[in-house]
């Protein structure tokens, strides 16, 4: 059975080409830090936040924009913050999203925009 192709390692300005998300000279910077989501900044803290956030924004942005009612779930960063706790914290970065849209967004604008400040 054929093998995957490589891909690009996601450290901004790395060449080379991986198996995984990484390669191996970056994957020690990275993957110990996505351990869990608390260790991401998603806390109590974090919790509390997105609770009165998706109370004041109910409704999500994108398909409200498509003209539907579809109620929010999700609180997502707008501008990936990649562990910037400032980005992270900044509410004029934060959007209301339902799952569907959310995880369609992290999919396609996300992920191709990851380094491209």
């Given at each position: 059975?054929?093998?995957?192709?490589?891909?690009?390692?996601?450290?901004?300005?790395?060449?080379?080409?991986?198996?995984?998300?990484?390669?191996?000279?970056?994957?020690?910077?990275?993957?110990?830090?996505?351990?869990?989501?608390?260790?991401?900044?998603?806390?109590?803290?974090?919790?509390?936040a997105r609770n009165?956030?998706?109370?004041?924004?109910?409704?999500?942005?994108?398909?409200?924009?498509?003209?539907?009612?579809?109620?929010?779930?999700?609180?997502?960063?707008?501008?990936?913050?990649?562990?910037?706790?400032?980005?992270?914290?900044?509410?004029?970065?934060?959007?209301?999203?339902?799952?569907?849209?959310?995880?369609?967004?992290?999919?396609?604008?996300?992920r191709y925009k990851?380094?491209?400040?």
């Amino acid at each position: 059975m054929p093998k995957k192709p490589l891909k690009p390692c996601k450290h901004p300005g790395c060449p080379k080409l991986t198996d995984g998300s990484y390669c191996d000279e970056h994957k020690e910077l990275h993957v110990k830090n996505r351990a869990n989501a608390t260790g991401r900044g998603y806390d109590s803290r974090w919790r509390k936040a997105r609770n009165r956030f998706l109370k004041v924004n109910p409704l999500c942005v994108r398909c409200k924009e498509q003209g539907k009612i579809t109620k929010s779930n999700v609180v997502d960063h707008i501008k990936a913050h990649r562990g910037d706790k400032i980005l992270f914290w900044d509410e004029s970065n934060w959007q209301s999203l339902c799952k569907s849209c959310h995880d369609s967004k992290t999919m396609t604008e996300d992920r191709y925009k990851e380094f491209h400040y």
